[in-house]
């Protein structure tokens, strides 16, 4: 089984910056491919990032791409998400994610793992 709790969160004016975490327990990071998703009131959760287990490889969503930067720490067993230039569109609850599927996954039901979330809020 694989824990993941993410940190971090809160309220940010636009144009700031927040560094998110998401600690892992009962596995190390590198073994499994890891994202980040979002979901705002109302809306569908959504893929914002990911990177793969052997950390060569990640990708974003074209949303995010240039403002976002996502990373991992095997030492802290922790992977991060960087959000700067922050918009009003970014505020949702970002929600860390793992998997042991052979690929990066885009969808949420590629995902077998999850946090349970922190609040991001971008005040305009």
């Known amino acids: 089984q694989v824990q993941l709790v993410e940190s971090g969160g809160g309220l940010v004016q636009a144009g700031g910056s927040l560094r998110l975490s998401c600690a892992a327990s009962?596995?190390?990071?590198?073994?499994?491919?890891m994202a980040w998703f979002r979901q705002a009131p109302g809306k569908e959760r959504e893929f914002v990032a990911a990177i793969s287990r052997g950390g060569w490889s990640t990708d974003y969503a074209d949303s995010v791409k240039g403002r976002f930067t996502i990373s991992r720490d095997s030492a802290k067993n922790t992977m991060y998400l960087q959000v700067n230039s922050l918009k009003p569109e970014d505020t949702a609850v970002y929600y860390c994610a793992a998997t042991f599927g052979l690929t990066l996954g885009y969808r949420t039901d590629e995902y077998a793992y999850w946090g349970q979330g922190t609040q991001v809020t971008v005040s305009s």
């Open positions: 009962g596995r190390t990071v590198s073994s499994l491919h």
